[in-house]
């Protein structure tokens, strides 16, 4: 998105102005025309700000204006008027242009004028993201980053079962996000006002399994000093997430069916039946139809659980998704942490991209922590030649955008220093930011 657009018949005002606002870093396209810049809209989007002599040939500034406002009457619309046009001007304003300036006027007013709207439309349009924001944190669900067709698939499938009553079965490696898309599955649910509860089934002694899941009464054992909740009543209404169901003892899967086909459960010591009405995600990283067929999981339990099975895929099958992923596990480090998000270097951005990944998306974020740390990624080898798996345009554009994202980050947003970390010509810059969809903002302090 342009800082502005700037509209006037005369060259030599249009040259002065480019001038100045290079020097204030305030990036613009300028138009001879208001139907210019009208096309340009339609092409580059909506700048920030627009800026209009109100008489030009053709179309006037003040039919601009009307224009503009009726796309999106949030944008500051600033109009430069000769001494004859001072009605006009505050007519203007009372149609919603944000302010207007006579000619001839100092240099001075216009960029201070401009600068002022640019952080008015800025702070809309924060505030908008943020109203998104929280619309798809209520709906959409924990952020699944990636772009690739995987990835998008499993998007579109969590959207279509999301909002069912169906038990799901997820498996993947270790570290490919199994709990991010199990409460990605919850926040997209009518369940989402209830609890997320998570429990590893690996991770709980054999004899304090079944207290864990369906708690248990006062004296039930020794020492059962009080009654417990378990797992299943905690989540009533909401989602139980079951990781590692390959590491539940055999038993214990027993009790887990019934509970699955009856919906109730009893507290251990008690004979009371409770319902409970919840939605059960399972998570593996093994073959579970292996494990049954070779008595290491029940068969029928196995079946009872994958009625839909959503299967994540290894880093090694999504490397385009590397870069941003990675810069996002940065930024988070470093906000943490206290630290600046450094650029990577070209040379740890290929090893990043050939790596073979065996932790996943856990090892790669724990790869961005100890960058943002130690300043190196420790010893990361290359085992695949990019070039293997993924098409030659898709790596430039992906490294491309990345060594900007990261040249930006480094220079704290400031656009003549990333200029001249990336020896690029201004314009070069800004149509690739635009291209990519960077916004210089994001990475000011």
């Given at each position: 998105?342009?800082?502005?657009?700037?509209?006037?018949?005369?060259?030599?005002?249009?040259?002065?102005?480019?001038?100045?606002?290079?020097?204030?870093?305030?990036?613009a396209l300028f138009f001879a025309s208001a139907e210019d810049a009208m096309l340009a809209i339609k092409q580059h989007g909506m700048p920030k700000v627009v800026i209009s002599d109100i008489c030009l040939p053709g179309l006037s500034g003040e039919n601009l204006l009307?224009?503009?406002?009726?796309?999106?009457?949030?944008?500051?619309?600033?109009?430069?008027?000769?001494?004859?046009?001072?009605?006009?001007?505050?007519?203007?304003?009372?149609?919603?242009?944000?302010?207007?300036?006579?000619?001839?006027?100092?240099?001075?007013?216009?960029?201070?004028?401009?600068?002022?709207?640019?952080?008015?439309?800025?702070?809309?349009?924060?505030?908008?993201?943020?109203?998104?924001?929280?619309?798809?944190?209520?709906?959409?669900?924990?952020?699944?980053?990636?772009?690739?067709?995987?990835?998008?698939?499993?998007?579109?499938?969590?959207?279509?079962?999301?909002?069912?009553?169906?038990?799901?079965?997820?498996?993947?490696?270790?570290?490919?996000?199994?709990?991010?898309?199990?409460?990605?599955?919850?926040?997209?649910?009518?369940?989402?006002?209830?609890?997320?509860?998570?429990?590893?089934?690996?991770?709980?002694?054999?004899?304090?399994?079944?207290?864990?899941?369906?708690?248990?009464?006062?004296?039930?054992?020794?020492?059962?000093?009080?009654?417990?909740?378990?797992?299943?009543?905690?989540?009533?209404?909401?989602?139980?997430?079951?990781?590692?169901?390959?590491?539940?003892?055999?038993?214990?899967?027993?009790?887990?069916?019934?509970?699955?086909?009856?919906?109730?459960?009893?507290?251990?010591?008690?004979?009371?039946?409770?319902?409970?009405?919840?939605?059960?995600?399972?998570?593996?990283?093994?073959?579970?139809?292996?494990?049954?067929?070779?008595?290491?999981?029940?068969?029928?339990?196995?079946?009872?659980?994958?009625?839909?099975?959503?299967?994540?895929?290894?880093?090694?099958?999504?490397?385009?998704?590397?870069?941003?992923?990675?810069?996002?596990?940065?930024?988070?480090?470093?906000?943490?942490?206290?630290?600046?998000?450094?650029?990577?270097?070209?040379?740890?951005?290929?090893?990043?991209?050939?790596?073979?990944?065996?932790?996943?998306?856990?090892?790669?974020?724990?790869?961005?922590?100890?960058?943002?740390?130690?300043?190196?990624?420790?010893?990361?080898?290359?085992?695949?030649?990019?070039?293997?798996?993924?098409?030659?345009?898709?790596?430039?554009?992906?490294?491309?955008?990345?060594?900007?994202?990261?040249?930006?980050?480094?220079?704290?947003?400031?656009?003549?220093?990333?200029?001249?970390?990336?020896?690029?010509?201004?314009?070069?810059?800004?149509?690739?930011?635009?291209?990519?969809?960077?916004?210089?903002?994001?990475?000011?302090?």
């Open positions: 998105m342009y800082d502005v657009f700037f509209i006037d018949d005369e060259s030599d005002i249009r040259i002065a102005i480019e001038q100045s606002f290079e020097l204030e870093e305030i990036s009307s224009t503009v406002l009726n796309q999106d009457n949030a944008v500051p619309v600033i109009l430069i008027t000769g001494h004859g046009d001072i009605s006009m001007a505050v007519n203007a304003l009372r149609n919603g242009a944000y302010d207007f300036i006579e000619k001839p006027f100092a240099i001075e007013r216009l960029i201070d004028t401009t600068n002022r709207a640019i952080e008015k439309r800025q702070l809309t349009l924060e505030n908008q993201e943020l109203k998104r924001s929280l619309k798809a944190s209520q709906t959409l669900g924990p952020r699944i980053i990636g772009d690739t067709p995987l990835i998008q698939n499993l998007r579109d499938t969590i959207t279509h079962i999301a909002d069912t009553s169906a038990d799901i079965l997820l498996f993947g490696e270790t570290g490919t996000g199994k709990e991010l898309f199990a409460r990605s599955i919850h926040e997209q649910s009518s369940r989402r006002e209830a609890n997320f509860v998570a429990i590893n089934c690996g991770a709980v002694p054999e004899n304090l399994i079944e207290s864990e899941l369906y708690g248990h009464e006062k004296g039930a054992f020794t020492g059962a000093d009080s009654k417990r909740i378990g797992k299943f009543e905690h989540a009533q209404g909401g989602t139980l997430f079951l990781d590692e169901i390959e590491s539940m003892p055999m038993q214990a899967q027993i009790r887990l069916l019934r509970v699955l086909q009856e919906r109730v459960i009893e507290r251990v010591g008690s004979n009371e039946l409770i319902p409970v009405d919840i939605r059960v995600i399972a998570a593996t990283k093994v073959d579970l139809k292996q494990a049954a067929e070779e008595g290491e999981f029940r068969q029928d339990l196995y079946y009872r659980l994958n009625v839909v099975t959503l299967d994540l895929p290894p880093l090694r099958q999504r490397r385009e998704d590397i870069p941003a992923l990675f810069h996002h596990f940065l930024l988070v480090a470093a906000s943490r942490y206290g630290k600046a998000a450094n650029a990577l270097p070209d040379t740890d951005l290929q090893t990043l991209m050939s790596h073979d990944w065996p932790g996943n998306v856990r090892e790669l974020r724990n790869s961005a922590e100890r960058f943002v740390l130690l300043g190196n990624l420790g010893h990361l080898n290359p085992t695949q030649p990019i070039a293997d798996s993924i098409p030659l345009a898709t790596q430039v554009a992906e490294f491309e955008k990345t060594l900007i994202e990261q040249a930006l980050a480094s220079n704290h947003g400031k656009i003549n220093e990333t200029l001249d970390t990336l020896q690029l010509a201004r314009k070069t810059l800004y149509d690739k930011m635009q291209k990519y969809g960077i916004e210089k903002e994001r990475y000011k302090p």
